[in-house]
């Protein structure tokens, strides 16, 4: 069992960045590939970006390409999303979620409860 704690969302003007956290307990973090993704009001959930499980390789929507960063630290048991040059389209509800494979494939094992963005123009 793995519980996934986000933080760090907030409230930022068009231009900003913010960093996000995904903190997991548990002492197999590091066999688990790990992935953001992010539910706007009236959408539906979409993949943001996903890490595999040494940290080694990395994907992102199109959407978000060159703007943010997902990076890990297994000693820490903790995932990042790096937001920079925000966009009001950003804004939603943002998730961590993990899965037993090496590389993240989108077959989510844990959730967690997420964290508010909010990107004002």
């Known amino acids: 069992q793995v519980q996934l704690v986000e933080s760090g969302g907030g409230w930022v003007q068009a231009g900003g960045s913010l960093r996000l956290s995904c903190a997991a307990s548990?002492?197999?973090?590091?066999?688990?590939?790990m992935g953001w993704l992010r539910q706007a009001p009236g959408k539906e959930r979409e993949f943001v970006a996903g890490?595999?499980?040494?940290?080694?390789?990395?994907v992102y929507a199109d959407s978000v390409k060159g703007r943010f960063t997902i990076s890990r630290d297994n000693a820490k048991n903790t995932v990042y999303l790096q937001m920079n040059s925000l966009k009001p389209e950003d804004t939603g509800l943002y998730y961590c979620?993990?899965?037993?494979?090496?590389?993240?494939?989108?077959?989510?094992?844990?959730w967690g409860q997420g964290t508010q963005v909010t990107v004002s123009s």
């Open positions: 979620a993990a899965e037993s494979r090496k590389y993240f494939t989108g077959n989510y094992d844990y």
């Open positions: 548990g002492r197999t973090f590091s066999t688990y590939a």
């Open positions: 890490i595999s499980s040494s940290g080694s390789s990395t």
